[in-house]
C-alpha cells in the first residue's frame, strides 16, 4: 500500500536515463566564456560566467589571511587527508586557485590570497570573480588576533556585494578545537559584533553574514560545509519533500542525500539533524569507500569505488539499522530506521527505486533548461553574425 503511494506521488515518465543522470553535472563543455589568460588561472576549469552551472553545482571561494586554515580545509574536506597531516602543508606564496569539481556534486574553488598581495589591484580583476559565485566562505583563525582579519573580512564583503548581491556571505571561526565552550560562544559573539558593527557603520547593514564554528579535528567543517552547500541549491526543496515521503511511506525514522566524496549532506527530510547521527553516516560512507578500494577495485581501475552497485547495511547495537544506497555517480542516501522496519526491506527498496527515479527527474529538468538556453544563445550568435555579414556586404 505505502509503496504505491510513493510510486504514485513520485513517478512520472518511464523511461529511465540511467546514463544521463550520472552525467548531470559534467560542466565541462559550458565552459566557454573567459580564457585561461583572462582568468590568469593554471589548470583553465572555470566558467564564472556560466550561472546555470553555478545552479547545479554551487561555486564556492574560499578566502582568508594567511595560515588561517583554507589549505587545510580543501585537503580534509575534499582530499581526505587526516587532519595531523596538515600540519606539513607549505603556506602558499602567490594567489593560488584550485578547482575540486570533478569528482563531487560540489563545484568548489580555493582562491588563497597570501596576506601581503592586494587582491584589489587594478590589474587584477576581481569583478569576474565574484560575478559567478554562489558563496564566500571567509576564514578567520579564532586562536589568533583576528582584528587584521576582520578588517580584511569587510574589504571584501564589501567589495564582492558591489559586484554580486547574490552572494552568501559565509565567516568560518576556524580552530576552535582548542578552545572551551565557553570561549568558543564568547568569541562568536564578539566576531558577530564586530563584523556587523563595521558594516553597519559603513550603512550596508542589508549585507547578511553568517557564522560557523568550526574545526578539522571534528565532523564540524563538514556540517557547516553542509550548510553553506545547502544553500546553494535551487532544487533543495523538492529534495527535502521527496525524502518527506519517502521516509513516511518506508518506515524509516532519518535519510540524508549525502555527495559521497566530500561527506556534505546535500538535504535531509524536515527531522531535526543530531550531531551524532551525521557523523555515524561520515563514518559510514568512509568504512564503505575504504572497504571497496582495498578489496573491490581490480589493479587497473583508477577513480573512486562508489557505482549503481554500491550499498551497505550496518546493524547497530541499540536495534538501529543503518543503510546506504548509490543514488547517482556522486550521491548516496544513508537512513536510520528500526529493525523491524529493516524487516520489511522489499517495501523500502521498491520505495527507493520510486526516490531515484523523481531525483533524476528533478536534475533532469535543469538539463533540459540548461540545453535549450545554450540552443537559445548559439541561435541568437549565428543570427549576430548573419547580420553582421549582410551590413558588411551592404557596404
Ligand atoms: N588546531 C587547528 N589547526 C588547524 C586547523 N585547520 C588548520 N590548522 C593548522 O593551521 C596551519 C595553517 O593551515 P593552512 O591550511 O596551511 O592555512 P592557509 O590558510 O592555507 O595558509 P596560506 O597557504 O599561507 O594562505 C596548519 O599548521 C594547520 O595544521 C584546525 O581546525 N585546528
Redesign the pocket.
Known amino acids: 500500500m505505502s509503496g504505491e503511494m510513493v510510486s504514485a506521488a513520485l513517478s512520472g515518465e518511464e523511461e529511465e536515463e540511467e546514463d544521463a543522470a550520472l552525467g548531470y553535472y559534467d560542466d565541462e563543455d559550458d565552459l566557454e566564456a573567459f580564457s585561461d589568460a583572462e582568468l590568469g588561472c593554471e589548470d583553465g576549469v572555470l566558467g564564472f560566467s556560466d550561472s546555470l552551472n553555478g545552479e547545479v553545482k554551487p561555486r564556492i571561494l574560499l578566502m582568508?589571511l594567511?595560515?588561517?586554515?583554507?589549505?587545510?580545509?580543501q585537503k580534509v574536506v575534499f582530499h581526505k587527508m587526516s587532519p595531523n597531516e596538515?600540519?606539513f602543508?607549505e603556506?602558499?606564496n602567490k594567489i593560488c586557485r584550485e578547482d575540486v569539481s570533478s569528482s563531487s556534486f560540489v563545484s568548489f574553488q580555493i582562491w588563497?590570497f597570501?596576506g601581503q598581495i592586494d587582491f584589489f589591484d587594478p590589474t587584477f580583476d576581481y569583478e569576474m570573480i565574484f560575478r559567478g559565485t554562489g558563496a564566500l566562505i571567509f576564514?578567520i583563525d579564532s586562536?589568533d588576533d583576528y582584528v587584521e582579519a576582520l578588517s580584511r573580512l569587510h574589504l571584501t564583503v564589501t567589495r564582492a556585494y558591489k559586484v554580486n548581491p547574490e552572494i552568501n556571505f559565509e565567516v568560518f571561526i576556524?580552530?576552535v578545537?582548542?578552545l572551551s565552550d565557553d570561549h568558543k560562544i564568547e568569541k562568536q559573539r564578539d566576531i558577530n559584533k564586530r563584523a556587523n558593527d563595521d558594516l553597519a557603520d559603513a550603512g550596508l547593514e542589508r549585507i547578511h553574514l553568517s557564522f560557523y564554528l568550526?574545526?578539522?579535528?571534528d565532523h564540524s567543517i563538514f556540517e557547516a560545509f553542509s550548510k553553506v552547500v545547502q544553500k546553494l541549491i535551487p532544487q533543495l526543496p523538492t529534495l527535502e519533500n521527496l525524502l518527506n515521503i519517502f521516509i513516511s511511506n518506508s518506515g524509516v525514522e532519518k535519510a540524508f542525500l549525502f555527495d559521497v566524496v566530500s561527506k556534505i549532506y546535500i538535504a535531509t527530510d524536515s527531522s531535526p539533524v543530531d550531531m551524532q547521527t551525521y557523523e555515524l553516516c561520515c563514518d559510514m560512507i568512509d568504512v564503505v569507500i575504504d572497504i571497496s578500494c582495498i578489496y573491490g577495485m581490480s589493479d587497473s581501475e583508477a577513480g573512486l569505488p562508489y557505482d549503481e552497485e554500491s550499498m551497505a547495511i550496518i546493524h547497530l547495537n541499540n536495534t538501529t539499522v543503518m543503510y546506504l544506497k548509490e543514488v547517482t555517480k556522486f550521491l548516496a542516501m544513508v537512513c536510520f530506521l528500526r529493525k523491524e522496519s529493516f524487516e520489511r526491506k522489499g517495501l523500502i527498496d521498491y520505495n527507493f527505486h520510486c526516490f531515484k527515479q523523481a531525483i533524476q527527474e528533478v536534475f533532469d529538468v535543469r538539463v533540459k533548461v540548461q540545453q535549450n538556453r545554450k540552443l537559445l544563445s548559439q541561435r541568437r550568435r549565428s543570427k549576430l553574425t548573419m547580420a553582421n555579414g549582410e551590413l558588411g556586404n551592404a557596404h
Not at 66 to 73: E, H, L, T, V, Y
Not at 214 to 217: A, D, K, N, V
Open positions: 582568508g594567511r595560515r588561517s586554515g583554507k589549505s587545510s580545509i596538515t600540519l602543508l603556506s602558499t588563497d597570501p576564514v586562536q576556524h580552530k578545537d582548542g568550526t574545526s578539522i579535528y
